[in-house]
């Protein structure tokens, strides 16, 4: 049994989800589980259509709310013939879950109707998805996650109730594989015990993905890209970029600590804990080999780049000359997670504490405030952090040409720099 994850990208076009049915009837009678995201940008447009109920501009949230349900319309449209009258009424179902809330006044946090609004779009996708697989003859069944995934209530980053989820998968899932070949559910989204949607957090259908996996016992987890493979940077970034054939667990955590846009952060452990070999392969061109991760220990990688742009560096000083101790790192930890901030490189000196953390103003003037009732504050902005994995000396000069230092920090493995 294999479980695929696709994303946004791949269903993001009449073109793309019939390329989807072409690789899927490539693994004709094999058991594969399939995890769809939104189509495209239907998360960023749903996301628009929450911060105008939220404000409380219900004509303009209904009308931005209108244009998707139209252009998923539209798409099933061009997609179904015998099944759109099906598919049509299904997703009139989810429309009218999003329109039902939206005709009322917000009076819980933002939050909370963020998920309620956003989870419409794996909804949408895998409805229209799974009618067009029927249609062209590849039988599957499609499934509301929500009734899998038990999650706590912390909305837009939700935790898995494993023991809960574990028992569905049991009752619900497995007994699907008896009657199909093809399950066709959701990523990034669960739902609580009082039937709430919730959110996995950014990203989160590749953690969904390995759920599955791990508690299917899956041979194989793939996500599919619009990359040829898991590159040694940012080809967007760095257009001499390579691929990369051979990568372990750890490897993949590093680069996702760094800021490595390639697999969510949280996928791997439920891989890693029963040795589920991770694919990440391209829907453009399926026949290329991709990336295999796996446990075990990989020699001669290349220097691995992460470069994070719109970076802040903020300085916090004694104003006293006195040493930063115990007690000042603790009320600076202690702002970091009020505040949810992940500072991306910290450095602690005898009377000053530097921290490099992503461009959200409003979170860092309130990081701002609170540490200047103790401290001397000075925030630099529009700064780049450079992450080198597996550095070597012309690669570090190479990228470093021209460019001012402002922080650094080396391992054996690892070279961090704050550029200006």
């Keep these: 049994m294999k479980v695929f994850k696709f994303g946004g990208a791949s269903v993001n076009s009449v073109e793309r989800i019939q390329n989807l049915a072409e690789i899927l009837k490539g693994f004709s009678g094999e058991k594969i589980l399939v995890v769809i995201s939104a189509m495209g940008k239907t ?13 409380g501009r219900k004509e303009e949230a209904l009308e931005l709310f209108n244009q998707v349900k139209q252009q998923h319309l539209t798409t099933a449209k061009y997609l179904l013939v015998t099944h759109y009258l099906k598919c049509a009424a299904q997703l009139n179902d989810f429309f009218t879950e999003v329109e039902w809330l939206l005709h009322d006044k917000p009076v819980r946090n933002y939050d909370y109707y963020y998920d309620q609004v956003v989870c419409a779009g794996e909804l949408l996708s895998t409805g229209i998805i799974s009618a067009y697989l029927e249609e062209r003859g590849i039988r599957n069944q499609w499934l509301d996650v ?108 590093e680069m996702a600590y760094y800021g490595a846009q390639v697999i969510h952060p949280k996928t791997i452990k439920p891989l890693q804990n029963k040795s589920i070999p991770l694919l990440v392969k391209c829907f453009l061109q399926p026949q290329l080999p991709g990336t ?12 691995i780049i992460v470069l994070k742009e719109k970076q802040v560096m903020v300085t916090m000083r004694t104003t006293d000359f006195s040493f930063i101790g115990e007690s000042h790192v603790s009320h600076i930890y202690q ?74 920090q080396q391992t054996p493995e690892t070279i961090q720099l704050l550029l200006q």
Excluded at 43 to 55: D, H, R, S
Excluded at 148 to 163: H, K, P, V
Excluded at 292 to 303: D, F, K
């Design 43 to 55: 998360t960023n447009a749903l996301e628009k259509v929450t911060e105008a109920f939220y404000a």
């Design 146 to 253: 929500r009734d899998i995934f038990r999650t706590d209530d912390d909305f837009r980053d939700a935790s898995i109730d494993w023991d809960y989820t574990t028992a569905r998968v049991e009752q619900d899932v497995k007994p699907f594989f008896a009657q199909t070949d093809l399950i066709i559910t959701q990523g990034f989204i669960g739902s609580t015990d009082e039937n709430e949607s919730t959110t996995l957090g950014r990203e989160g259908s590749d953690y969904s993905a390995a759920v599955f996996a791990n508690l299917l016992d899956a041979e194989s987890q793939t996500i599919w890209k619009d990359v040829e493979s898991v590159m040694n940077a940012d080809p967007k970034q760095f257009p001499d970029a390579q691929p990369i054939a051979e990568l372990n667990y750890n490897e993949v955590i």
């Design 292 to 303: 295999v991760i796996h446990n075990s220990h990989v020699a001669g990688l290349p220097p």
């Design 335 to 408: 702002w970091f997670g009020e505040l949810h901030v992940k500072p991306n490189l910290t450095q602690n000196g005898a009377i000053h504490f530097t921290a490099v953390l992503d461009d959200h103003a409003e979170k860092i003037g309130k990081l701002a405030s609170a540490a200047a009732s103790e401290l001397e504050v000075h925030v630099s902005k529009g700064l780049s952090l450079l992450t080198i994995r597996h550095y070597t000396k012309e690669v570090f000069e190479k990228l470093t040409e021209g460019r001012t230092i402002l922080l650094r």
